[in-house]
């Protein structure tokens, strides 16, 4: 094996799609895909490859910090990329602490552990940490996000990442940890959990359920399809320089409620709908407490430093994303049940 590989958060979204990744890729690389398994972490996500030789699973907290570090010592990492974090906003708004423990603890854990294993040679080790242009707070209607915008984050969330991207920065800059940070714009496509907009709005038009947008529904996101992303932390992983930041996005802005009427529209064309049956599902709600209104991401740097761009149209992504979601009934029914139901209750009284 050329090179054993931490990937923490692989059963979930973004995670799942990294991991699958760097199994095919790179079959002389060990990959140990570390996750606690909380509601948003699935191993469904991963049987295609979850026999792979090349691949391990270890259920792990990464709040757990004596058990963080046995499992560096077992398997002497060359590098680490971390995406296991509480990720919903609307949780975070509900339950901070969640989101303080995970986001900025775990990722201390992680820092901690990996400064001990390489502490004696850290040539050609790498702690790669995925974060959130939510860090960098909200935008009026001109303007973009740069790699040197100044940190506002808005939300438990969004402060928590920010909190744990400046912890990489200072591990890198006082124990010369190399590392490299990312901030990426909002995602879609399959096995994203039904919580977000685009999963959640597919599964409630298609059991004609109402479509609660927050606000007036001008709040602007940059969408990027998850493949994608895995792609950019390929590319950053192998390529990025030590100690750099580089912001990933979709070149994509759409405001919800027009994204929401595209979605609507492909799902009458997928369902055999008369056109503008799924939009009457359409139900205007309170507003998210703090809700950014825009965001955009400028990812320049990324493309002219390592040529990296989306090759997924918007409307090729969703209506990839739309026939998974109709294929794949049992994981929607698998993730919708249980606990879930009681969050969807309680957030939306619907
Ligand atoms: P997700 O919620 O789908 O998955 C998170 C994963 O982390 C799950 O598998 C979960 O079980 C695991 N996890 C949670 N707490 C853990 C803990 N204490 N110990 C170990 N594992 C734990 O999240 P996602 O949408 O795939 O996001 C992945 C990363 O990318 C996050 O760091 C997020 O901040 C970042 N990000 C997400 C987006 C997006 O649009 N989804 C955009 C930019 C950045
Ligand atoms: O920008 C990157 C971020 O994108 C990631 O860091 C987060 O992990 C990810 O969850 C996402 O955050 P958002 O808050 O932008 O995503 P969400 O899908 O929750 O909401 C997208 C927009 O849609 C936002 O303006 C709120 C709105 N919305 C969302 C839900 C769930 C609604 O109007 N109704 C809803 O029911």
């Known amino acids: 094996m050329k090179k054993t590989l931490l990937i923490t958060g692989g059963a979930g979204f973004i995670g799942s799609h990294v991991v699958r990744l760097f199994v095919n890729k790179y079959p002389d690389y060990k990959i140990v895909n570390l996750d606690a398994l909380t509601y948003a972490g699935n191993l469904e996500n991963l049987k295609d490859i979850e026999n792979a030789p090349n691949y391990v699973f270890e259920k792990a907290d990464i709040t757990d910090g004596p058990h963080i570090n046995s499992i560096f010592e077992k398997y002497n990492f060359d590098g680490v990329i971390h995406l296991a974090a509480e990720s919903h906003v609307d949780r975070s708004i509900e339950d901070p602490n969640a989101f303080i423990q995970t986001n900025v603890m775990g990722t201390a854990n992680l820092l901690n552990a990996a400064r001990a294993l390489w502490k004696n040679n850290m040539d050609g080790k790498r702690f790669y940490h995925v974060s959130t242009d939510e860090v ?25 990442k920010a909190a744990s991207d400046h912890l990489v920065r200072a591990y890198g800059n006082t124990y010369h940890l190399p590392f490299v940070i990312t901030n990426c714009s909002n995602n879609y496509g399959p096995n994203h959990f039904p919580e977000k907009l685009v999963p959640l709005f597919i599964n409630n038009i298609k059991n004609n359920k109402p479509l609660p947008v927050y606000g007036d529904g001008k709040y602007t996101r940059d969408w990027l399809y998850v493949k994608d992303h895995a792609r950019a932390i390929d590319m950053v992983f192998h390529d990025g320089r030590n100690g750099e930041t580089y912001n990933i996005g979709g070149f994509n802005e759409w405001q919800n409620i027009e994204l929401v009427k ?34 955009a991401i400028d990812a320049n740097k990324l493309n002219k430093e390592l040529g990296w761009y989306p090759s997924v149209t918007f409307e090729e992504g969703l209506r990839l994303t739309i026939d998974w979601y109709m294929a794949n009934e049992d994981w929607l029914n698998h993730v919708t049940s249980g606990d879930y139901k009681k969050y969807y209750e309680k957030q939306y009284k619907m």
């Open 136 to 160: 960098y707070g909200s935008l009026g209607e001109e303007g973009f996000f740069l790699e040197t915008t100044p940190y506002d984050p808005q939300s438990p969330y969004s402060a928590s």
């Open 262 to 295: 595209l979605l609507c529209k492909e799902m009458d064309v997928r369902l055999g709908r008369e056109l503008g049956t799924s939009e009457q599902l359409i139900a205007y709600i309170k507003d998210r407490p703090g809700h950014d209104r825009r965001y």
